[in-house]
């Protein structure tokens, strides 16, 4: 995953490049020693391409565990956390997926994110009466 967010990055990248000259991006195949010169972008486009079933077999991976109502995401960037926020991952239920703002530090339990689905829901059934 963190290779194409890499790689789509440098995409966008020469994409703003091209857009703002007018020329497309040129990079040579062999770094600074010198070499024929590639289109970057068709070059990044075909990059990005190749880790796409990476990525669905990944997903597809994850989806095997069972699921819990909610997780908990950080991201390195705000740039990381907005595109994720635009996500559809699920198209076709829309609740099966949902991006909520992340609460303050001061908001988290802590310690809770290391319990799983039954230790939460044990936790909850012994303080329901004390509440």
């Known amino acids: 995953m963190r290779q194409w967010d890499v790689k789509q ?16 991006p040129m990079v040579n195949t062999r770094g600074c020693f010198g070499g024929p010169k590639v289109d970057l972008i068709d070059k990044l486009t075909e990059e990005v391409a190749a880790l796409a079933p990476r990525i669905l077999a990944e997903r597809e991976a994850a989806l095997k565990y069972a699921q819990t109502p909610s997780w908990f995401v ?11 926020a635009s996500c559809n991952i699920l198209p076709m239920n829309q609740s099966l997926f949902q991006v909520h703002p992340a609460p303050g530090p001061e908001e988290v339990n802590w310690q809770s994110l290391w319990f799983n689905h039954q230790q939460r829901l044990l936790r909850g059934w012994l303080t329901a009466p004390c509440a």
Do not use: Y
Request: avoid cysteine; hydrophobic fraction near 50%; charge should be positive.
């Open 74 to 84: 950080l991201f390195r960037t705000q740039k990381a956390a907005a595109i994720a």
């Open 9 to 24: 990055g440098q995409l966008e990248a020469a994409l703003f490049q091209h857009h703002a000259t007018g020329q497309r």
